[in-house]
Every structure is written in structure tokens, then in C-alpha cells.
Nanobody, 123 residues
Framework: QVQLVESGGGLVQAGGSLRLACAAS????????MGWFRQAPGKDRESVAR????????YYADSVKGRFTISRDNAKNTVYLQMNSLKPEDTAVYSC????????????????WGQGTQVTVSS
């Protein structure tokens, strides 16, 4: 079982950038598809991006396409979310999650979640 810890959140002005990291423990990290999610107060959790075990497949929500980039370094057991051109509506708690395969990730079947990191974008 992999364990996940997010970092990199914070307060940033609109138009700024942040890079989130999700560090995983466990030797099987490279076999997992990984996803980033966010949840704003009073709103449902939203899938932001996901990436296959090799990095060859990625998905982005329309709301972040062209602004966010997901990547992974399997040698460092870490997945990243580079967030550019941030908007106040990007304010949320961002969490990473692991799925057993790309297909399971696409179905929303994630079996391990991190605690989340707060991202606040001021106008």
C-alpha cells in the first residue's frame, strides 16, 4: 500500500504560479496511475488531472486545461502539479490519489488518498 503526502500549497495572487508535489512511500509507486483533485468549501470534489504510470497518458479538467501540468518522477516517487495563471476560483484543498491502473483512474476508482494541501488565490 502506498502512502501519499502533498506539499507546495500556499497563498498566491491571481496570475501567479504554484507547484504542488505528492510524495509517495512504497516500492510500487511506479505502477500506480496518479490523480490530483480539489475541493472548495461547499463544493463537490473535482478531478483536476491524472497521469498514467509511465506518464504517457494524461487528462485535464476543462477548467485547468492549458494552465496546469501534471508530471511524475518515478525515481523520486513523486507526482507534481504545476499550476500557472492561477485564478481565485482555483482556491481549494488539493489532494493527490493513487489508482491501480489508468482505467481505474478514469473510472474514479482511487484506493489511496493524501491529506491535502491548501491553495488560496487572492484577487
Amino acid at each position: 500500500q502506498v502512502q501519499l503526502v502533498e506539499s507546495g500549497g500556499g497563498l498566491v495572487q491571481a496570475g501567479g504560479s504554484l507547484r504542488l508535489a505528492c510524495a509517495a512511500s512504497g516500492r510500487t509507486f511506479s505502477s500506480y496511475a496518479m490523480g490530483w483533485f480539489r475541493q472548495a468549501p461547499g463544493k463537490d470534489r473535482e478531478s483536476v488531472a491524472r497521469i498514467s504510470w509511465s506518464g504517457g497518458n494524461t487528462y485535464y479538467a476543462d477548467s485547468v486545461k492549458g494552465r496546469f501540468t501534471i508530471s511524475r518522477d518515478n525515481a523520486k516517487n513523486t507526482v507534481y502539479l504545476q499550476m500557472n495563471s492561477l485564478k481565485p476560483e482555483d482556491t481549494a484543498v488539493y489532494s493527490c490519489a493513487a489508482a491501480g491502473s489508468w482505467a481505474q483512474a478514469a473510472r474514479g476508482n482511487y484506493n489511496t488518498w493524501g491529506q491535502g494541501t491548501q491553495v488560496t488565490v487572492s484577487s
